[in-house]
């Protein structure tokens, strides 16, 4: 079965592919839209299962399946800007479709989700108590998930309604989809292929994130040495909600240089 995924395009300039994280829909992306669409082309893209694709979802859930159908969608070379689980996403993009990557930037995403005694993260049992609460109720669970998301932010009230009112804006994701993206979140483990991405790559974090720890940061820079990284001070999970104009303009800053070099 071939899945067309229904993507939006706004701005002009170069292309930039956005992809959300789990749970949401590519609307949290507006604040960042709003201020560079007139320097660069943005393409919002809803994951399989969420947002306005909610009833595409393949048989095949997985990192490697979900990169091929979003590489299949699209012929040109892009700028790939993923937040969390599209991230993941996004570095798999890079590694498996380098000729589709022009740039890379992971916003609080790392190789590696699940946290070990040598890679600080997101704990199993927090997890396992995510997929048994998704099993009852799904709006629950995603709901408590944004207030993770936005635990330690400056402006954490602000954060959480803002990211329920754009994630309201589109259709509510399908449960076999946000099943299946914990599962991503739990198992995937790029750590040992990170260093062999090849296009410009920018890492960006939050000082206050509980999902992806500040600790994380100097792991990932020994296992891709080349890529750049940055860290709000102020920011959770959420930076380009939280501290949207810095946010921006530090993107804006990054790929300006990008498409020079």
């Known amino acids: 079965m071939i899945f067309v995924l229904i993507s939006d395009s706004v701005g002009t300039g170069s292309k930039v592919l956005l992809l959300h994280g ?25 994951l399989p299962g969420f947002g306005h694709n909610q009833q595409l979802v393949p ?17 040109e070379p892009m700028i790939v800007m993923g937040w969390s689980l599209g991230g993941l996403v996004a570095q798999q993009l890079a590694l498996q479709f380098p000729k589709l990557v022009r740039a890379l930037i992971c916003v609080t995403s790392t190789p590696k989700f699940l946290a070990t005694e040598q ?18 109720d799904p709006q629950k669970t995603i709901e408590r998930f944004l207030a993770i998301q936005a635990l330690g932010s400056e402006r954490t009230k602000a954060d959480i309604q803002n990211l329920k009112m754009l994630l309201a804006n589109r259709p509510t994701p399908s449960k076999l989809a946000l099943a299946k993206g914990l599962a991503i979140l739990e198992q995937a483990d790029l750590c040992e292929q990170i260093g062999s991405i090849r296009c410009p790559t920018l890492r960006i974090y939050g000082r206050n994130d509980s999902l992806v720890p500040k600790a994380t940061l100097e792991q990932v820079e020994l296992l891709q040495p080349s890529a750049s990284s940055m860290l709000f001070p102020g920011a959770s999970h959420a930076p380009f909600i939280s501290h949207a104009d810095e946010f921006a303009d530090a993107v804006s800053e990054y790929l300006g240089k ?4």
């Open 22 to 46: 789990w749970g949401l829909n590519s609307e949290v992306w507006q604040p960042l839209v709003e201020r560079l669409q007139d320097r660069f082309q943005f393409v919002l893209l809803d």
């Open 59 to 75: 048989d095949s859930y997985d990192l490697d399946s979900l990169t091929t159908l979003i590489a299949e969608q699209f012929k």
């Open 119 to 136: 890679w600080p993260g997101i704990k199993a049992d927090v997890l396992r108590a995510f997929a048994t609460q998704l099993r009852s």
């Open 258 to 261: 990008c498409l020079i070099a």
